[in-house]
């Protein structure tokens, strides 16, 4: 059983829709991502919390929302989506700078925009 | 900014050994190297950090060149559980310290 929790592990939503997507770490790390991996495209950065505190947003647009109650929840709320944005959206945790250790990844949520 | 990966796949008999490079236009503090087989979460498998320090697995070996700006992957004696994508990231060091991860280099090993 991995230390992340990513839910759900697929979601189909309309254009119109708001959803949340859900990670929970249990490994007492206090920094977390969010990555976007479409097909044929590299991992992207999208969200960077550290202690909670949102410290990087790699030019996402707005429709993204994301959301760090604890060290140990992040949320990713979406909002009128586009088609385009449909990929496999992975929540990761570290202790520490991620430069200079290893991430753990959440198996990932499966997202269709249709 | 983002590291270019190579080869972009193979295809290895059990037992064969591979190489799997990866490079940077960027001078860099670290290079990390994941795993992520078909439908799951990508794996840590090491980190190469400059001035020579590594952290990882066991069976897998990597280096890095920090005058390159390069690092590259050996997997040897290969099993049929190394098959998935390899990733590498690469960190430009700084107190953000985040990574850019290449496109990946899909390994397949048959029996």
Redesign the interface.
């Known amino acids: 059983e991995?230390g992340?929790t990513q839910t759900p592990r697929h979601l189909v939503m309309g254009m119109t829709n708001k959803k949340s997507l859900k990670c929970e770490q249990h490994l007492g790390h206090n920094a977390m991502?969010w990555y976007k991996q479409s097909a044929?495209?590299?991992?992207e950065?999208m969200f960077?919390y550290s202690l909670e505190e949102r410290?990087?947003n790699n030019s996402v647009p707005s429709r993204f929302s994301p959301e760090c109650p604890n060290s140990s929840h992040l949320f990713l709320h979406l909002h009128t989506l586009q088609p385009e944005d449909s990929a496999l959206y992975?929540c990761a945790s570290s202790q520490g700078?991620?430069?200079?250790?290893?991430?753990?990844?959440?198996?990932?949520t499966r997202l269709t925009v249709v | 900014q983002q590291p270019v990966q190579s080869p972009q796949a193979v295809i290895l008999r059990e037992g064969e050994d591979a190489v799997i490079n990866c490079s940077s236009s960027k001078a860099l503090y670290s290079v990390h190297w994941y795993r992520q087989k078909h439908g799951e979460a990508p794996v840590f498998l090491m980190i190469l950090l400059k001035g020579g320090e590594q952290k990882g697995h066991e069976k897998i070996s990597a280096s890095f060149n920090e005058k390159k700006q390069q690092s590259s992957l050996y997997l040897t004696a290969s099993q049929l559980s190394y098959s998935g994508t390899y990733f590498c990231g690469t960190g430009p060091g700084g107190s953000q310290g985040n990574l850019i991860f290449g496109k990946g280099t899909k390994l397949s090993v048959k029996p």
Do not use: I
Request: net charge neutral; charged share 15%; proline share 4%.
């Open positions: 991995t992340v991502y044929k495209k590299p991992l950065l960077v410290v990087e992975l700078v991620l430069a200079n250790t290893e991430a753990f990844f959440g198996q990932g």
